[in-house]
């Protein structure tokens, strides 16, 4: 009886999430992502400021409303660009500025390249 309780509750789960396809895959090193075709994108392992490691798809929080359209994945580092023509980079590596923010500090989450407002619209990364 519990088996079917269990079964239920997970089937009702299932039912209440929004099903989407997936657009594109990146992985580069020890780090995956996953682009849906909402914009959305979801990546594994995340490493927190704290050091605690998630081991399962997140979906990345942006600063900005935007629907990602396109990412390239270097190594421990990821640029992405949206359906409105900004760009996002994060990642641990950016000992030479990988990231494009004007310094070599590690960014935790995606953060906007101001550098790009004034030069047009960026419709992909690769």
């Not at 509750?9 to 780090?31: C, F, G, L, N």
């Not at 594994?44 to 798809?57: A, H, L, N, Q």
Request: glycine share 8%.
């Amino acid at each position: 009886r519990s088996t079917q309780s269990r079964s239920s509750a997970a089937s009702d789960v299932y039912k209440r999430q929004p099903m989407t396809k997936i657009s594109q895959i990146k992985a580069k090193e020890d780090k995956s992502f996953i682009l849906t075709d909402n914009g959305r994108v979801y990546s594994w392992p995340i490493v927190r400021p704290s050091g605690e490691i998630i081991e399962r798809p997140v979906e990345l929080v942006f600063p900005i409303p935007v629907k990602i359209n396109c990412i390239s994945a270097g190594h421990n580092f990821v640029v992405m660009s949206s359906s409105n023509g900004k760009m996002f980079s994060f990642g641990m590596s950016n000992q030479r500025g990988q990231l494009g923010l004007g310094d070599t500090n590690p960014r935790y989450v995606p953060t906007l390249i101001e550098s790009f407002r004034s030069e047009g619209h960026v419709t992909t990364v690769s």
